[in-house]
């Protein structure tokens, strides 16, 4: 099993509408888990942590299921700006520094 | 003012070239992190520094060498370049522990 795995897509979704990307990993002793977004040739930037209880930020919203080792990213409302490659990111955990990247979902809004 | 920048932004060079990749940063994190970004495979990591006397291998650290001068600066060094290292390098700071990094812009590399 990957460390993370992700569904690369693309993901083809109307302005508007609410798209869900899943992510799961394989290292149990993982801690700490993100969104990070990452535009065409750009930087990976944070887009959200997620916590054990889930998080919402605006239209975004993550959530975190440690017993199937499972990942979510829910965005609501899509705009043509949320066109982007997102990566779920896990810390290698047992004291190993580090995060470990998915190779992400590729999300294309459409007018 | 970035926060963290890297030079040069975009490479071409030849077979068999040395070539180095400078990172600094101004965010003040004892920890400094080199990836490569190819298309299908997601960002790997070369090497990463936890302060100026540490140095540790990645998960991809064969063809690559690196220094860390100083806590700000950590240069990423290709001996002698072949075309498989065509790729967008990275590179990342963290302030510790499991938490989130900061990428600076990214460079972009071609080996020919």
């Known amino acids: 099993r990957k460390e993370v795995e992700q569904d690369p897509g693309p993901f083809n979704v109307p302005e508007g509408a609410t798209v869900a990307f899943n992510c799961t990993y394989s290292?149990?002793?993982?801690?700490?888990f993100f969104w990070y977004r990452q535009d065409c040739r750009k930087e990976p930037k944070l887009l959200m942590s997620?916590?054990?209880s889930g998080n919402e930020d605006g239209r975004f919203t993550a959530q975190l299921n440690r017993a199937s080792q499972y990942i979510s990213l829910l965005i609501r409302d899509s705009k043509l700006s949320d066109s982007a490659t997102y990566l779920c990111?896990?810390?290698?955990?047992?004291?190993?520094?580090?995060?470990?990247f998915g190779k992400g979902t590729h999300l294309i809004i459409q007018p | 003012d970035a926060d963290v920048t890297q030079t040069p932004r975009n490479r071409i060079t030849k077979t068999g070239k040395r070539i180095m990749l400078e990172c600094s940063q101004t965010k003040g994190h004892d920890r400094m992190y080199w990836y490569r970004q190819d298309p299908g495979l997601g960002l790997r990591l070369i090497y990463y520094s936890f302060d100026v006397k540490d140095i540790n291998k990645g998960e991809i650290s064969d063809g690559y060498s690196v220094s860390r001068q100083a806590q700000a600066k950590f240069s990423l060094s290709l001996e002698s370049a072949i075309p498989n290292q065509t790729a967008l390098y990275f590179c990342?700071?963290?302030?510790?522990?499991?938490?989130?990094?900061?990428f600076g812009p990214g460079t972009r590399l071609t080996v020919l």
């Open positions: 990342a700071t963290s302030p510790g522990g499991p938490g989130e990094q900061f």
């Open positions: 997620v916590y054990s």
């Open positions: 990111v896990v810390n290698r955990g047992g004291g190993a520094d580090g995060l470990t």
């Open positions: 290292n149990s002793a993982s801690q700490s």
